[in-house]
């Protein structure tokens, strides 16, 4: 006998609201008595952390016990639980109500299936003694169950911590079979999972950013050598204070930004003093970092990553010139960076109950100052790091948008509150950003972010989606985005199983 499990992909990856559809292959040498076919689909969370090691010298007095060899945990959520018998039919099970086995004579077998991907997980009803339940060769593990359970959206496939975080979602069959000492027969087959985004909130032309001011540092004079048939240098010509610089970051309030897609970034500089010298940009990089967190019961960890968008250096761009007024944003061109997506590799933000993954956008701006051609030494390197969400770039169904609408209406307590500036007449030029401070002293650094306005410091965050609300919603019918897992190194270690090395990588076996 064998079975395996055939999934129609009619895309890269799956996502919330589509019907999963396939077939159950089974192949019989002989004929075999079985009493069902049972698929079901399922997405799961698992997370395995260690205690940390005790360095040496530590004891008793720090709380650690000195015999203690560290202790694994593991913990599995069972994010997505669905399951159907596809053998027996229905219309079977009426007809033969008293019959529990079925023989089915040698040859092969097809039953399809079909399942909706739900919007929400459902780990709090599902999570049992035997969903925690793995079995992996001849080694068997019961996750401990946890009360701790996140309702929110489903969460993307997440690979690339291999032994410690993972999220997989997979159609699994088991052909049962009526003997007790006959073995069940199980088939899996995975699938990539990449979410619909939140709801969007409406437009506005508010803007969230990060600031830094810089002083350069007049330059020192350097006194000409004395020599015996040298002529008298004539003294250089004196210049005006060294440049008192502020650079923004910005990004449209609030900060999201979207997979496959570039950033909708501004960088700005400008000049806070009176002087006749020049602004020069000499460097400029733009990196999205990511911070996985983990947790496995009592322990946690964070994991981080990072995406390179544009790195560029020796630049020497004028920004400007003498002749620039004070107080006059200089935008920085932003073909640096918007001509290059986000990485196919990035997931979107999210958060489960033993996962959850957040960004931050790191920029760095290389600034000098002089006249062309006579720069002088000194460059300063400002960062900037402003939190931002990441998108999956999947719009919900137009359906689903005025479902909610519709349920919004009837839930009073559901409904969003729309910003008070929304439909007012738009200007030529944004309104200027809210400074959490303003230093006192002029070219001291600090780094700002901008607030909402008063009106909307209580403004609840957008609505979530309910299966209840797109129960009858269709598949979304619009353009999907390319999304890839990262390649999964193998550990170090991995060829140790139970302190032993396997057969064929002994050194004497």
């Known amino acids: 006998m064998s079975v395996r499990v055939q999934l129609d992909k009619p895309h890269a990856f799956f996502t919330n609201l589509d019907i999963i559809t396939g077939r159950i292959i089974l192949n019989l040498f002989s004929q075999e008595t079985i009493s069902a076919v049972v698929v079901k689909l399922e997405g799961e969370s698992r997370t395995r952390l260690a205690s940390p090691a005790q360095?040496?010298?530590?004891?008793?007095?720090?709380?650690?016990?000195?015999?203690?060899?560290?202790?694994?945990?593991?913990?599995?959520?069972?994010?997505?639980?669905?399951?159907?018998?596809?053998?027996?039919?229905?219309?079977?099970q009426q007809a033969t109500p008293r019959i529990s086995n079925f023989t089915l004579p040698p040859g092969q077998h097809e039953y399809p299936f079909q399942f909706k991907i739900p919007f929400n997980n459902s780990c709090l009803a599902t999570n049992t003694v035997f969903t925690n339940l793995n079995v992996t060769g001849r080694r068997m593990e019961i996750a401990k169950d946890t009360n701790r359970h996140v309702k929110k959206t489903l969460p993307p496939s997440l690979s690339g911590f291999p032994g410690e975080a993972e999220i997989r979602y997979f159609v699994k069959v088991t052909v049962q079979r009526s003997a007790f000492y006959k073995e069940n027969f199980r088939a899996s087959s995975d699938f990539k999972f990449f979410p619909i985004e939140p709801p969007r909130p409406l437009a506005n032309r508010r803007e969230s950013y990060a600031r830094r001011q810089h002083a350069?540092?007049?330059?020192?004079?350097?006194?000409?050598?004395p020599g015996l048939f040298r002529k008298q240098s004539t003294p250089a010509p004196a210049t005006g204070p060294p440049p008192i610089?502020?650079?923004?970051?910005?990004?449209?309030?609030?900060?999201?930004?979207?997979?496959?897609?570039?950033?909708?970034?501004?960088?700005?500089?400008?000049?806070?003093?009176?002087?006749?010298?020049?602004?020069?940009?000499?460097?400029?990089?733009?990196?999205?970092?990511?911070?996985?967190?983990?947790?496995?019961?009592?322990?946690?960890?964070?994991?981080?990553?990072?995406?390179?968008?544009?790195?560029?250096?020796?630049l020497q761009l004028p920004l400007g010139n003498s002749n620039t007024p004070t107080e006059r944003e200089m935008e920085i061109d932003s073909t640096f960076w918007k001509q290059v997506p986000l990485p196919n590799t990035v997931a979107p933000t999210f958060e489960t109950c033993n996962l959850s993954r957040y960004y931050e956008l790191e920029i760095k701006v290389g600034l000098g100052y002089g006249t062309p051609g006579n720069l002088k030494p000194e460059v300063t390197v400002q960062p900037?790091?402003?939190?931002?969400?990441?998108?999956?770039?999947?719009?919900?169904?137009?359906?689903?948008?005025?479902?909610?609408?519709?349920?919004?209406?009837?839930?009073?307590?559901?409904?969003?509150?729309?910003?008070?500036?929304?439909?007012?007449?738009?200007?030529?030029?944004?309104?200027?950003?809210?400074?959490?401070?303003?230093?006192?002293?002029?070219?001291?650094?600090?780094?700002?972010?901008?607030?909402?306005?008063?009106?909307?410091?209580?403004?609840?965050?957008?609505?979530?989606?309910?299966?209840?609300?797109?129960?009858?919603?269709?598949?979304?019918?619009?353009?999907?985005?390319?999304?890839?897992?990262?390649?999964?190194?193998?550990?170090?270690?991995?060829?140790?199983?139970?302190?032993?090395?396997?057969?064929?990588?002994?050194?004497f076996p």
């Not at 913990?75 to 399951?83: Q, R, S």
């Not at 999201?256 to 970034?265: H, R, S």
């Not at 600090?446 to 403004?459: I, L, N, R, T």
Request: hydrophobic fraction near 35%; aromatic fraction near 6%; glycine fraction near 6%.
């Open 55 to 92: 360095a040496p010298g530590q004891s008793h007095e720090y709380g650690l016990d000195p015999y203690d060899r560290g202790q694994t945990e593991l913990e599995v959520h069972k994010l997505l639980y669905k399951v159907t018998t596809v053998f027996p039919s229905v219309e079977l």
């Open 245 to 314: 610089v502020s650079i923004d970051g910005r990004l449209p309030d609030p900060a999201v930004i979207t997979c496959n897609e570039p950033l909708p970034l501004r960088i700005l500089v400008t000049k806070l003093n009176e002087t006749p010298e020049n602004l020069f940009l000499q460097l400029i990089h733009v990196e999205l970092i990511g911070y996985t967190r983990i947790r496995a019961h009592q322990f946690a960890r964070q994991e981080k990553g990072s995406w390179i968008i544009a790195s560029l250096s020796n």
């Open 216 to 225: 350069f540092s007049p330059p020192i004079p350097i006194p000409p050598k």
């Open 384 to 507: 900037l790091r402003m939190p931002v969400q990441v998108y999956s770039g999947i719009a919900p169904p137009p359906a689903l948008l005025a479902e909610m609408a519709r349920h919004a209406e009837t839930h009073p307590l559901l409904r969003p509150h729309r910003p008070a500036a929304f439909g007012a007449p738009s200007t030529s030029q944004p309104p200027s950003p809210i400074p959490l401070s303003n230093p006192s002293i002029p070219g001291a650094s600090s780094a700002q972010s901008a607030v909402p306005p008063a009106d909307d410091a209580e403004e609840p965050p957008p609505p979530s989606y309910e299966d209840a609300v797109a129960e009858d919603i269709g598949p979304v019918d619009g353009p999907r985005r390319d999304y890839q897992q990262p390649e999964v190194t193998k550990p170090v270690g991995d060829e140790k199983r139970n302190g032993r090395l396997r057969t064929d990588e002994r050194l």
